[in-house]
């Protein structure tokens, strides 16, 4: 856990396109919304299949994704898991974020073996994704 900042609520601006996987539409359109709203592009998949198409998409338009977020429980269809083995075939340095409702799962705990940068549990702040979105795409190793 990091330590706390005094900047710890402030929303983080930012730029680069976004590829977003939930299987709920509700919260496909609202994180895109809030995504939108602080700056980025963002492109939704409802399972691992249509974003793996979508990713693969971006790559060969020469307009590719700065990160993935992926849900680590898609209830018809491929994973967040699956998909990320998947787009590390097409890209080993693509950066991801894994997100779950829950967070007593061992990939959560075990993200960054899994392929993922980062993690950030349902229901999270606009804030705390603002933030982890920033630090994500800006960091250069994993």
């Given amino acids: 856990k990091l330590p706390q900042r005094e900047n710890e609520n402030t929303i983080v601006m930012g730029s680069g396109k976004i590829l977003l996987m939930d299987d709920e539409e509700i919260i496909r359109n609202l994180v895109s919304e809030i995504l939108i709203k602080i700056g980025y592009e963002v492109k939704t998949a409802k399972n691992g299949q249509d974003a793996i198409n979508l990713y693969i998409k971006a790559q060969k338009t020469g307009k590719p994704f700065a990160l993935v977020i992926l849900d680590l429980n898609i209830q ?20 991801a974020i894994l997100t779950s409702g829950y967070s007593s799962d061992p990939a959560i ?5 899994h392929g993922f940068n980062n993690v950030i549990i349902k229901p999270f702040k606009f804030k705390e994704l603002s933030q ?3 630090k994500s795409i800006n960091r250069e190793e994993t």
């Fill in 132 to 134: 982890v979105l920033y």
């Fill in 109 to 113: 705990k075990n993200y960054t073996k």
């Fill in 76 to 95: 018809y269809g491929m994973g967040g898991i699956d998909t990320i083995n998947q787009i590390k075939k097409i890209n080993p340095h693509v950066k």
